[in-house]
Every structure is written in C-alpha cells, then in structure tokens.
C-alpha cells in the first residue's frame, strides 16, 4: 500500500484525537478515543507494528466497556480491569520486537488504570504519562501521524486543563 496513503491515515486520526480533548463530557471524550484508535489501529498493521495495533486493539475495548459501563454494570469491575491488563501483558510478550515493546504497553497500562476512574482530571493525568510512551514508540515505528497526534494530545491536555480548570475536570 502507498506509504503516502497510509502516512495520511494517521494524520486522520490525529485530527480525530485532537477534538477529544476539548470535550469536556468523558463520555464523549472515550468515544472520540475510539474512532482515533481506530483508524491508528490499521495504520499500525499496515505498518507491520503489531504491538502498536494490538495495544490499540486493547484501547478500543476498553473504552467500549466504559463507553457503555452505564448499561453493561459488570463492565466497570475490577476483574475486568484485571482482565484488560494481562491481555495487553500477553500481547507484549507475544508481539515482542524487543524493548520498544515497552512503550505501548507502559502507555496501555496507565491509560486503563486512569480510565477506569471516570474522572476527566485523572483520564488526562493518565494521558500526560501515556502519551510521552506512544510518542517515542510512533518515532520509532515512523507513524508522523502519531507523533503529530501525540504532540497534540499533550498540548490539548494543557488547554483543557486552562479552559475548564483543573478542579472542575475532578467532577
């Protein structure tokens, strides 16, 4: 496939992460997240960066959990917590292309525990540890795209932290 094309994919879903962070809503928030790693999951396989997109495989099921935790009461449970994080364990060490390996699953690991908070102000502490990882992991994998979306995730971070306050983000 056209590396031109599947460069441009990733710039997709860095839009698409971009306008996540300015949603105060956390459900919104997750559904955005979704629709990102999404796109950055094909991104990954196209790339033959499969603990990328198995990581991000992870990411989408976890937000469909929380997404709909409101219906589905189990889907908040800790064991599933559990469950979320020896399954990203298992793909790392099946997916292993040696320590680079560590990036998106230390990113996976932090993301899941802030998320399973439902708080805004603790989904983007999570994001403000995350995102450093899966910023050296798209340099090293070569996802510009990536890069981009995590540059800009930690700048949004920030702005949404100044738009609604950091107090107003713990409701």
């Known amino acids: 496939m056209n590396s031109l094309l599947i460069q441009s994919m990733g710039f ?3 839009a698409v992460f971009a306008m996540s962070y300015q949603i105060k809503s956390s459900r919104k928030l997750l559904f955005f997240q979704i629709a990102g ?3 950055f999951t094909a991104q990954f396989l196209l790339m033959k960066a499969y603990t990328g997109a198995l990581s ?6 976890r937000n469909v959990l929380i997404f709909k935790s409101d219906k589905w009461k189990w889907a908040r449970h800790k064991f599933v917590l559990a469950v979320i994080l020896l ?23 932090a993301t899941s525990l802030g ?20 910023l050296m992991y798209d340099a090293i994998i070569h ?7 995590e540059v800009m995730t930690l700048i949004s971070i920030l702005i949404s932290i100044r738009r609604f306050g950091w107090k107003n983000l713990a409701a």
């Open 37 to 39: 790693c999404g796109i």
């Open 56 to 61: 991000l495989v992870i990411n989408i099921v």
């Open 12 to 14: 997709l879903a860095a």
């Open 143 to 149: 996802s510009w795209g990536g890069v981009l979306t």
């Open 87 to 109: 399954a990203m364990t298992a793909i790392t060490v099946f997916t292993w292309d040696g320590p680079v390996s560590i990036l998106p699953f230390a990113a996976t690991v």
């Open 115 to 134: 998320y399973w908070t439902a708080n805004a102000q603790k989904i983007r502490l999570s994001q403000l540890f995350g995102s450093p990882c899966n």
